[in-house]
């Protein structure tokens, strides 16, 4: 089995900055695409940045610039530093995975859990 957890969201107040995790484990063959999403309340959820097994990287307008998407193969982690937070991005974020693993071959899409990001005074 494949298994995606998240980790390094908070309470943070509006300017500050905290580091997503997001660490893959199981029974994996290979990792391509990995991205970010974020669900608001009483809004849909929205992919913010995604990354690709060749490292180019795509960002959902509002967060361009603030937020980075990086990857670490050998740990089999993506990351999500983000900057200059603001009161819009509280979300709960989920990273999501594509996967090829060892007991299913087909490329699929994996979701972890989630963790929660909250930006207030």
């Known amino acids: 089995q494949v298994q995606l957890v998240e980790s390094g969201g908070g309470l943070i107040q509006p300017g500050g900055s905290l580091r997503l995790s997001c660490v893959a484990s199981?029974?994996?063959?290979?990792?391509?695409?990995m991205a970010w999403y974020r669900h608001a309340p009483g809004k849909q959820r929205e992919l913010v940045a995604v990354i690709t097994s060749d490292d180019m990287t795509n960002y959902e307008d509002s967060v361009r610039g603030r937020f980075t998407i990086s990857r670490d193969n050998a740990k089999k982690t993506v990351y999500l530093q983000m900057n200059s937070l603001k009161p819009e991005d509280t979300a709960l974020y989920h990273c999501n995975v594509e996967i090829v693993a060892l007991d299913n071959p087909q490329l699929s899409n994996y979701w972890g859990q989630g963790t929660q990001v909250t930006v207030s005074s």
């Open positions: 199981g029974s994996i063959f290979s990792i391509h695409d």
